[in-house]
């Protein structure tokens, strides 16, 4: 059981840490050409908009994954956010190649 869990938790930690080298050096679809924050978020399952008393966009967090771990990014602390059985794994970026806060903003403005 004592292996299991570990696996668990360092399974999350790698998918976590992905993520956020993913948003912060961007990637390649399998086409060859670089990811932009539009195609990653066409494969989001939720998101949750953080705005202001007056409405205004301060961030929102995207669900890129869930049922087992659930990820979420959080574009106000620029962190990623894993959460499997009880594990908790957080993973910072410091910059957003894909420029998904842009795009998450322009859909905002859009509802």
Not at 58 to 64: F, I
Not at 70 to 81: D, F, G, L, S
Request: aromatic share 12%; hydrophobic share 30%; with cysteine.
């Amino acid at each position: 059981m004592g292996n299991t869990i570990k696996s668990t938790s360092n399974h999350l930690k790698t998918q976590v840490q992905s993520i956020a080298n993913d948003l912060q050096h961007g990637y390649a679809s399998d086409e060859g050409e670089d990811v932009n924050g539009y195609d990653y978020l066409s494969d989001a399952f939720d998101i949750e908009y953080i705005v202001s008393s007056k409405k205004q966009f301060l961030g929102a967090r995207v669900c890129v994954a869930f049922g087992g771990p659930n990820i979420w990014i959080n574009t106000k602390t620029q962190t990623v956010e894993g959460y499997w059985w009880g594990e908790t794994e957080f993973a910072s970026y410091s910059h957003d190649s894909m420029d998904i806060e842009s795009v998450l903003e322009e859909l905002w403005e859009c509802c």
